[in-house]
C-alpha cells in the first residue's frame, strides 16, 4: 500500500441515531455498569501527545485503530474527565496554531488533525457520566466544540480525497452526549449543557454546515443524519426550542431538503419527521412555514401518493409525517386560506377517490381544512369541486380497507361526520341546498344511515357510562373524593368511548331538522320512536357538547355557539 493510499483510508463509520443501535446501548451499558461498580469508567489509554509518525503505516495504525477494540484502559473519573478536556483544548489551539502558520502546507499540520480527532473521539467516553458535563461548560470545552463547527476548513484529513470534516466528528459526539436517555440521567448535567449549545447558536452553525455537506457521500449523509439525531434529542428534552431552532435556519433547511430532486432515503424520512415536531402545538412555527410557501411544499411531495402507494414502509412513515405536518398547519387560520390557494382541498378530494393509502390521511386534512368558523371558505370550495360526490359514499359505508392500514372504524367515522358537521354549520345558500338535499334523495338513505350510526354510538356510550357509575360508587364507597381531575378523566374515557362521534352525529340530527325540510324531521323521529329512542336523550348529548364547546376559543367565541346551539335544540 502507498502512501496515498494510506492517506486516503477512512474507517467505516455509519450513522448513530440511538433507536437504530442495539448492539450500541449494549456497549455503553456495559461501560455504564463498570462505572457503576467502582465509581468511575473505563476509557482507552490516551496516546502521548507528542507523540509524532513519520511514515504512513503509523498513519493507518492510528486510524486503524479507532475502529478496532479498545485496550486495556485506565479508570475515569472526574480528575480524569478534567485531563481529557484540558488535552482536547491544547490540541485544539495547537492545530489551530499549525494551520495559520502553514496555510498551504497541510502535510505541516496533519498529525495535529490526527491527534485533535483522536481526543475528540475519547471524549466519547463523557456520554456515560451526565453528571460531570458541567465540566464541559466550566472548562470550556462546549465553546471550542461549536468553534470547530464553524471552522474555515471543514477536512480533518486535508490531504485526502474523501474528508471527514471537524463538523462530522463533533457532531458524532454531540449526537451520543444529548442521547435522550442520557440527558434524562441527570437533568441537572443535561440542562447545563443544552443552556450551553442554545446560548452558542449551535442549531444556525449545524444548519449552516449541512448546507456545505454533500449527501452523496456516505459520511457526509452520516453527517447530516446524527445532526438531525441532535436537534431530535434536544427538542424532546426541551420542546420550547422548537421555535427558535425553526427561526435559525431549520425550517428553511428542512423544506428545502425534503422537495429536493434526490431518491428516497433515510434522510428524508427523518427530515420529515423534525418537520411534524417542529410544528407541534407550536402556532409560530407554522405561522413560518406557511410564510416559507410550506403549504405549497408540503401538498407538492404528497401529490406523488395520489395514485400511487408508497414503495416501502420507510416510504409510508415519511408520508403520514409529512400528512401530520400539513393537519398542524392547517390549525392556524392563515395557513387555512393558503391550503385553499394551494389547491389542497383538490387534492385532497382526488386522494379520497383514487382508494390508496393516502386516503385514510386525506380525510383527516380535510377535516382540519373545514372544521369551525374558519374553515367556511373550504367548506364552499369542497361543495364547488364536487366533494359531496365524495364524502358521502364514505359515510354511508365504512371501508373494509380501513383496518388493514391500521385505522378504526371510528376514527373514519369520526373524521367523516365532523366534516358534515363543518359543512351544515359553515355553508350558506345554493351549497347548503345541495348539501340538504343528499339527505332527502334515495329516499333518505342518508338519514337512515345517521340514525343507524346514532343507535350504534349511543349504545357504546351507555355501556362505558355504566362501567364509569361502577368506579364512582366503588369510590364513594371506599370513602375516596371524586375531584374535578378525576371528572375529567372520566368525560375523557366517555369521549374515548364514543361520545364525541356521538355528539357530532346529534348535532347533524338537529341540524337537519332544523333546514325547514318537513321530510329530513318526520323520518329523524320516526326512527327515534321506531327504535325506542328519545328526543329527551339527544337533547341531553347536546347541551352537554354545548357545555364543553369552544376549548382553545374566546369566551365571546364559546358563548354565540351556545346559544346556537340552544336555538337548534327548541325546534328539535
Known amino acids: ?102 496555510p498551504d502546507n497541510p502535510e505541516k499540520f496533519m498529525e495535529a488533525e490526527l491527534d485533535l480527532n483522536d481526543i475528540i473521539q475519547e471524549m466519547h ?17 462546549v465553546h471550542s466544540l461549536l468553534g470547530l463547527l464553524s ?14 470534516s471537524y463538523f462530522i466528528v463533533v457532531v458524532d459526539l454531540l449526537q451520543e452526549l444529548t442521547d435522550i436517555d442520557t440527558l434524562h440521567e441527570s437533568e441537572e448535567g443535561a440542562e447545563v449543557l443544552i443552556d450551553t449549545l442554545l446560548e452558542g447558536q449551535v442549531v444556525a452553525l449545524m444548519v449552516q454546515n449541512m448546507e456545505r455537506l454533500d449527501e452523496t457521500v456516505k459520511e457526509e449523509a452520516d453527517g447530516v443524519y446524527n445532526t438531525l439525531a441532535v436537534i431530535e434529542n434536544m427538542a424532546e428534552f426541551r420542546p420550547g426550542l422548537c421555535t427558535e431552532a425553526a427561526q435559525q435556519g431549520l ?52 401529490s406523488v401518493f395520489k395514485r400511487h402507494n408508497p414503495a416501502t ?33 383538490q387534492l385532497m378530494n382526488l386522494m379520497l377517490r383514487e382508494k390508496k393509502m393516502s386516503r385514510v390521511s386525506a380525510l383527516k386534512v380535510l377535516d382540519y381544512g373545514v372544521i369551525g368558523p374558519e374553515g367556511s371558505d373550504n367548506c364552499h370550495k369542497f361543495v364547488d369541486i364536487l366533494g359531496l360526490r365524495t364524502i358521502f359514499p364514505l359515510f354511508m359505508k365504512t371501508p373494509k380497507k380501513m383496518k388493514k392500514v391500521g385505522v378504526s372504524d371510528k376514527e373514519h367515522e369520526e373524521h367523516v361526520c365532523s366534516i358534515i358537521a363543518s359543512m351544515l354549520r359553515n355553508l350558506k345558500g345554493q351549497q347548503r341546498s345541495r348539501l340538504l338535499s343528499k339527505f332527502t334523495e334515495n ?21 362505558a357510562d355504566k362501567r364509569i357509575e361502577g368506579e364512582k360508587h366503588d ?79 374566546s369566551e365571546e367565541f364559546k358563548e354565540s355557539e351556545q346559544k346556537r346551539i340552544m336555538e337548534l335544540l327548541e325546534n328539535f
Open 313 to 345: 414502509a420507510e416510504e409510508q412513515e415519511m408520508m403520514e409525517n409529512l400528512f401530520d405536518a400539513l393537519c398542524s398547519c392547517l390549525m392556524l387560520p392563515a395557513n387555512r386560506d393558503r391550503f385553499l390557494r394551494g389547491e389542497g382541498l
Open 1 to 102: 500500500m502507498d502512501v496515498g493510499e494510506l492517506l486516503n483510508y477512512q474507517p467505516d463509520r455509519g450513522a448513530k441515531r440511538p433507536r437504530d443501535e442495539d448492539s450500541r446501548e449494549e456497549s455503553r451499558s456495559k461501560q455504564k455498569t463498570a462505572g457503576r461498580d467502582t465509581g468511575r469508567v473505563l476509557v482507552r489509554s490516551e496516546p502521548d501527545s507528542e507523540e509524532q509518525t513519520g511514515d504512513g503505516e503509523k498513519i493507518l495504525e492510528r486510524l486503524m485503530d479507532q475502529d478496532g477494540e479498545d485496550p486495556e484502559g485506565e479508570l475515569v473519573d472526574e480528575s480524569t474527565v478534567k485531563k481529557m478536556i484540558l488535552t482536547f483544548e491544547k490540541r485544539s489551539y495547537k492545530n489551530q496554531e499549525l494551520r495559520i502558520k502553514f
Open 251 to 302: 425550517m428553511q433547511w428542512l423544506l428545502k431538503r425534503i422537495k429536493a430532486k434526490m431518491p428516497f432515503d433515510a434522510n428524508k424520512l427523518y427530515c420529515s419527521e423534525i418537520l411534524a415536531i417542529l410544528l407541534q402545538n407550536n402556532d409560530k412555527t407554522r405561522e413560518l412555514l406557511g410564510e416559507m410557501d410550506g403549504i405549497d411544499v408540503l401538498l407538492q411531495q404528497l
Open 475 to 553: 369510590m364513594v364507597r371506599r370513602g375516596e373524593i371524586i375531584d374535578d381531575a378525576m371528572d375529567d378523566e372520566f368525560y375523557l374515557r366517555r369521549l374515548d368511548a364514543g361520545l364525541f362521534v356521538l355528539q357530532l352525529l346529534c348535532y347533524i340530527m338537529v341540524e337537519i331538522c332544523n333546514a325547514g325540510v318537513p321530510q329530513l324531521q318526520q323520518r329523524v323521529h320516526q326512527i327515534l320512536n321506531l327504535r325506542g329512542g328519545s328526543v329527551k336523550i339527544v337533547c341531553h348529548i347536546m347541551r352537554e357538547y354545548a357545555e364543553n364547546i369552544g376549548d382553545g376559543k
Open 443 to 463: 329516499d333518505c338513505e342518508k338519514v337512515d344511515r345517521l340514525m343507524e350510526l346514532h343507535f350504534k354510538y349511543l349504545e357504546a356510550v351507555q355501556l
Open 151 to 164: 471552522h474555515d476548513n471543514t477536512d480533518i484529513l486535508s490531504i485526502t480525497n474523501h474528508q471527514r
Open 125 to 141: 467516553v463523557i456520554a456515560t457520566i451526565p453528571e460531570l458535563y458541567h465540566l464541559l461548560v466550566e472548562l470550556n470545552a
